[in-house]
T-cell receptor, first 114, second 112 residues
Framework: GAGVSQSPSNKVTEKGKDVELRCDPI?????LYWYRQSLGQGLEFLIY????????KSGLPSDRFSAERTGGSVSTLTIQRTQQEDSAVYLC????????????FGDGTRLSIL | DAKTTQPNSMESNEEEPVHLPCNHS???????IHWYRQLPSQGPEYVIH???SNVNNRMASLAIAEDRKSSTLILHRATLRDAAVYYC?????????????FGKGTLLTVNP
């Protein structure tokens, strides 16, 4: 079946511009996570959505970062006024629920800030 | 989250078994042991998880020490496609956020 789909796969933009990254989850998966992976680093948690509950935003690095999930399905991560340190691979993962359900990852959006 | 310790890198030959170790001496009673792997230019992929008993699935086996302070991921016959970074992660299912906390992992090289 279809996996987690992220778009675009690559994004190059100038410092100061806003960017939107999209995640299409596996159908029926109620939990959705955003992570980012900087060059040579491990994954860093950003935000977590579970059903209709308020999202856990504890990992967002600054107020320039925001995310929404419409209708419990597609999610968009927005970065405003991008900085060079925002350059990273942004990964989306979804799961059937919380607990021990395996997380299924997309292949990420590689964001490069010039 | 409780911490795990893995070797930075390991090497194996194709079609031989591979044993990837992980130490987690501060594991708590509600921590499950999860393994993920990440192939080059791809997102992480779930491999296996367990609590106390050894586990087997189509990808690998997980051997958990009796005191749960260490575990070993076993790939029974390594292939070139198994070359990846392998992450050992503890997940506390007693909390409300089930995020994964990734460390540096073990880079597995498979020689033909």
């Amino acid at each position: 079946g279809a996996g987690v789909s992220q778009s675009p796969s690559n994004k190059v933009t100038e410092k100061g511009k806003d960017v939107e990254l999209r995640c299409d989850p596996i159908s029926g998966h109620t939990a959705l996570y955003w992570y980012r992976q900087s060059l040579g680093q491990g994954l860093e948690f950003l935000i977590y959505f579970q059903g209709n509950s308020a999202p856990d935003k504890s990992g967002l690095p600054s107020d320039r970062f925001s995310a929404e999930r419409t209708g419990g399905s597609v999610s968009t991560l927005t970065i405003q006024r991008t900085q060079q340190e925002d350059s990273a691979v942004y990964l989306c993962a979804t799961s059937l629920g919380g607990g021990n359900q395996p997380q299924h990852f997309g292949d990420g959006t590689r964001l490069s800030i010039l | 989250d409780a911490k795990t310790t893995q070797p930075n890198s390991m090497e194996s030959n194709e079609e031989e078994p591979v044993h990837l170790p992980c130490n987690h001496s501060t594991i708590s009673g509600t921590d499950y042991i999860h393994w993920y792997r990440q192939l080059p230019s791809q997102g992480p992929e779930y491999v296996i998880h367990g609590l106390t008993s050894n586990v087997n699935n189509r990808m690998a086996s997980l051997a958990i020490a009796e005191d749960r302070k260490s575990s070993t991921l076993i790939l029974h016959r390594a292939t070139l496609r198994d070359a990846a970074v392998y992450y050992c992660i503890l997940r506390d299912v007693g909390g409300s956020n089930y995020k994964l906390t990734f460390g540096k992992g073990t880079l597995l090289t498979v020689n033909p």
